[in-house]
């Protein structure tokens, strides 16, 4: 009988159709993580550094965020009170949010197109005309004092170039306080800052645009591409696209991490705190008045805004060549 019943077709057919229990998440992976255990050998080094130095730090400015610290006393639970300060009692952080985020909305994608399109005409001319242009775009960003030309351009006397030019032309008959009057200096910073953004990104454009396989272009001409302009879209984007999604982190974080230029221009504080930005108050509390507490809150505010926002951009990237 027993015997019989393991030899029943109907038994056995019921047996061979029984669905397999999927393997749960964990499972999975740490499959996939022995498969792949010699790259996630060579990655260890890098990954500690940069859990130790960047994952770590910013779990600590988010717990300390929650608390009241001087740096002489131990940290001291608050709860939301410093969120609460931050938004409700400081009006300067809300002065500097909406400069950040003017900032950041000029800034970020002007920087972000001008850096392809030099990129995209420069990739065009001849090898040792490329480099030399590449080293020209990409010189103000890692020049040291470069801030130093920009204040002799905006010089509120009579020497300075932009003031000495428009007294030469009879369009002023006093000259400028440019870096002292509350309606010029954000446009200053912002031109300022434009002038400067051709660095990593631009480099980034440059490389992505060397390693389009030139084959796709003629396989695209069959396919129906007809201009340039098509070839842009269809092939060369989409076969950049690791390069844009780095290039749009890099301006974001750049549009929103302003603070150099704004410190180097228009003083710290500035009139009025006209040029004021998130940055430039986090320095304020957190290395001026050392309440690490809101400093951190601060940190922790512009954290999400860029994270935030670098998921929207990065959302927005994926629809390119569609």
Known sequence: MHNASLQDPEVTMSAAIRPVKPQSWWK??????????????LLAPYMILFTLFTIFPVVISMILSFTYFNMLEFPRFVGWDNYTRLFL?????????KNTLLFAAITGPISYLACFLFAWVINELGPRLRAFMTLIFYAPSISGNIYFIWLMIFSGDRYGIANGMLIKLGLILEPIQWLKTEALIMPIIILVQLWLSLGTGFLAFIAGLQTVDKTLYEAGAVDGVRN????????????????????????LTTSFAVADVSIALAGFPSVNYAAETIV???????????????ASAIATVLFILMVGTNLIVQKLLRKVGE
């Open 28 to 41: 999975r992976k740490l499959a996939e993580m022995k498969a792949s255990k010699h790259s996630y050998i």
């Open 89 to 97: 009692e400081d009006d300067i952080f809300l002065v500097a949010l």
């Open 228 to 251: 340039r302009w098509q070839e842009l879209w269809f092939i060369t984007l989409p076969s950049m696209r690791p390069q844009l999604m780095f290039g749009a982190v890099i301006q």
């Open 280 to 294: 430039t108050h986090l320095i304020d509390f957190g290395t001026t008045r050392f309440e690490m507490g809101f």
